[in-house]
C-alpha cells in the first residue's frame, strides 16, 4: 500500500498510499520496510551521506521539494494558498486494490468498521434497526438538486462494506484490481502498519499528487480533457443525477486504467477518495509542519476522498458548472 489516502467523509472512500522517509534513520537500512536504500558516502549533501531510493516493487520514489499547497478557486478550506515543504517519499504507485487488502484481512482477520455495528453511545436517539454493520453508498438522483446537501445523494445500506461495494447481492468479481472502498481511518492505518508502511500528511500527499506541476487545477495540466482525451475516472454530466460514463465506468475502475501523473503515480485524481493523516480544518490560515510531527494519527476530517466533498486535493477538485455541461468532478460516485 501507498502511505497514502486522501479525505474521506463517509467510510466509503479508497485507501491510499505514501511513505515519508526520515532522514534520521536513513542509516538503519535493515529496520526499513522498503526496498534497499543505497548510501553513498563519497558524496556529502546537507551535512549527511547521499541516499539513492531504490523502491520496493510497486512503489515510486518522490523527491522532496518545497510547493504551493492549496488553491482559492474551488473550495474555500483549501486557501490559502501556502508554501510548504516536503521530505523525500517512497509512495505506492496506486491506491490499495481489492486484491491486495484481501491478502491483509487473510493475514490478520481484521474486520472493517463497515463490518461492525454502530456503538449505541456513538448514536444517542438512533433506532436499533440503523445500528446495524453497512456504510454509505452513492445513490444518483432522479433530477438537480441542490448541490449544498450531500444528504440527497450518499444513502446509508446496512451490508456495504469492502467485499459488498453497493450492498447485499454486490460483489468483488471482476473488480480484483478496482480500488477498495468502505475503507475507514482506523482500517487504513491498520493495513499501513500490516505493509510496514504509514499514511501520508496532507501535504505529502498533495506534493506527490501533483505530480510535479505548481497550482495546476488537475494532476495533468489546466484542461478537464486535454483534447479530447479522458484522463481520469470523474463524474461527466449534471452532478449528481446525470451520469454519462464517458471513460466507461459507472463506478471504480482498474487503479492502471489511466495514465500516471508526472511521478509515476496512478488515480490521484479521480476514482475514489484517499485517506491523510491530517485533521479536518476549515481554513490553512495558521501554517503546520507537513513532515516534522505534524497532526499524524488523525483523520482528514469530512472530505481527495467522509462527508463528501470538503476538502478534495486541488489536483483532484473542481466546481459544478453551467447546466449542459460535463462537471469535472473528481470524486466519482464510488462508495
Known sequence: ????????????????????????????????????????????????????????????????????MGGTGF???????????????????????????????????????????????????????????????????????????????????????????????????GRQQHPVVHVGYEDALAYAAWAGKELPTEGEWEYAARGGLSQA???????????????????????????LSRHGFLRTSPVDRFRPNGYGLRDVTGNVWEWTTSSWTDTHDEPTPCCAGGLRGRRTGASSREVPFSALPPTATAIAPPPGKDTPYAAPPHT
Open 1 to 68: 500500500m501507498a502511505i497514502y489516502v486522501h479525505k474521506p467523509a463517509s467510510p466509503c472512500l479508497g485507501e491510499a498510499r505514501v511513505w515519508p522517509l526520515d532522514p534520521v534513520s536513513r542509516d538503519a537500512q535493515d529496520t526499513l520496510p522498503w526496498g534497499d536504500l543505497q548510501t553513498d558516502r563519497s558524496t556529502d549533501i546537507a551535512g549527511g551521506a547521499a541516499v539513492t531510493m531504490q523502491p520496493a516493487k510497486g512503489m515510486c520514489v518522490v523527491r522532496g521539494g518545497t510547493f504551493l
Open 75 to 173: 473550495y474555500p478550506e483549501e486557501g490559502p494558498v501556502r508554501e510548504v515543504m516536503v521530505g523525500d517519499l517512497l509512495v505506492d504507485e496506486h491506491p490499495v486494490t481489492n486484491a491486495e487488502f484481501r491478502r491483509f484481512v487473510k493475514e490478520t482477520s481484521h474486520q472493517t468498521i463497515a463490518e461492525r455495528a454502530p456503538d449505541p453511545a456513538d448514536f444517542p436517539g438512533a433506532s436499533a434497526d440503523k445500528l446495524v454493520p453497512g456504510s454509505l453508498v452513492f445513490v444518483a438522483t432522479r433530477g438537480p438538486v441542490p448541490l449544498n446537501d450531500w444528504t440527497r445523494w450518499w444513502r446509508w445500506v446496512p451490508g456495504a462494506d469492502w467485499r459488498h461495494p453497493e450492498g447485499p447481492g454486490s460483489t468483488l468479481d
Open 217 to 243: 487545477t488537475y494532476a495533468w495540466g489546466n484542461e478537464f480533457t486535454p483534447r479530447g482525451r479522458i484522463m481520469a475516472n470523474t463524474w461527466h454530466g449534471r452532478f449528481p443525477w446525470e451520469n
